[in-house]
């Protein structure tokens, strides 16, 4: 006279949840794995675009040239030939980027005024 315990139904749905569980483990596991690289991936993308963003640098400003002759380290001959070369460098990229956005409101494009069209 062998009697099933009254916790044998519970004991069987634990074991089939325990199957369940084995079956998905895995698949958790990918995705919390694919979740992670992803992250990784999109942190590396934001970092390159944000770096290749960043301006280049150009050696001095003026306001560095102009700390370097008042401590005395640039003589004002060299001071007037630096600032002169930053200014014409400073020129030539306002124009080269003025050129590659093409003309806005020039002069010869303006709107003639009232007293003009008459």
Do not use: C, Y
């Amino acid at each position: 006279m062998f009697m099933t315990p009254p916790l044998a139904p519970l004991i069987a749905t634990v074991d089939q949840g325990s199957a369940l569980f084995r079956e998905v483990l895995p698949w958790l596991v990918a995705l919390l794995v694919l979740a992670v690289v992803g992250g990784i991936v999109i942190m590396i993308v934001r970092r390159w675009v944000r770096s290749s963003d960043a301006p280049p640098e150009e050696g001095f400003t003026l306001h560095d040239l102009r700390q370097l002759h008042a401590a005395g380290r640039l003589g004002d001959e060299e001071f007037e030939r630096a600032k002169a070369k930053l200014i014409e460098r400073v020129k030539a990229a306002a124009s080269e980027n003025a050129d590659a956005e093409g003309p806005h409101d020039s002069p010869d494009r303006r709107r003639p005024t009232d007293d003009e069209r008459e």
